[in-house]
Structures are given as structure tokens and as C-alpha cells.
Nanobody, 122 residues
């Protein structure tokens, strides 16, 4: 299974971020599998943002849910992240991960994308 993120790189504060995760080697509708976006701010640990499961249900981080949306295109096997009202503290590397689990204070997954850098700056 391979995951590939893509995104704009640099984005201005207050703008909307749109990221794409393209999954190959498995279907995003495979039973009991969730696909997540996780980010890592500079110098900090991994922070879970949102998960969409195989049926399309989404689960969002309480701290980000007011300005985060996840969607998918099953025909393209892609998962999308949209985050509104970007702030400088949203800067970090954004990862797509398959079925991540939270253990011992961090996130683990057998399937990670390489990550895409998002820098919020004017």
C-alpha cells in the first residue's frame, strides 16, 4: 500500500488549505480501514487531525473540527483534507496514514505517505 500526499506548500494566513492523499495498493473502501490526516508542527509531536473510515464516516479532532473537513473520491481512491482559516501555527508536515493507532503518546501506522510541507506565511 502506498500513499502520496500533494498540496500547495506555502499558503497565506486566513486562506483555505486543500490537500490530496492518493492511495494505491488498497481500496479506501476496504472494510474496517480508516484513512487519516496527521500533522507534525516543527519541533513537536504528531497531531491527529481527522479520519474517514471505509464507509465514509468522519471523525475529527475536537480542537480542529470547527474548520476541518475530510472527503473522498472512491473512483479515484483519494482522500481530501480541507482546512479553513489557516494560522501560522498550522505550519507543519501533513501526513496521510492508513489505519493509524495511538499508542504511548504517539501515532503508529503500517502505511504512511512521505508527508507534504505546509507553511502558513504571508
Amino acid at each position: 500500500v502506498q500513499l502520496q500526499e500533494s498540496g500547495p506548500g506555502v499558503i497565506e494566513p486566513s486562506q483555505r488549505l486543500s490537500l490530496t492523499c492518493t492511495v494505491s495498493g488498497d481500496s479506501i473502501t476496504t472494510n474496517d480501514v480508516g484513512w487519516a490526516w496527521i500533522r507534525q508542527p516543527p519541533g513537536k509531536g504528531l497531531e491527529w487531525i481527522v479520519t474517514i473510515d471505509y464507509s465514509g464516516r468522519s471523525f475529527l479532532s475536537p480542537s480542529l473540527k470547527s474548520r476541518t473537513f475530510i472527503s473522498r473520491d472512491t473512483s479515484k481512491n483519494r482522500v481530501y483534507l480541507q482546512m479553513n482559516s489557516l494560522k501560522p501555527e498550522d505550519t507543519g508536515v501533513y501526513y496521510c496514514a492508513g489505519d493509524p493507532v495511538y499508542v504511548g503518546g504517539t501515532w503508529y501506522s503500517d502505511y504512511w505517505g512521505q508527508g507534504t510541507q505546509v507553511t502558513v506565511s504571508s
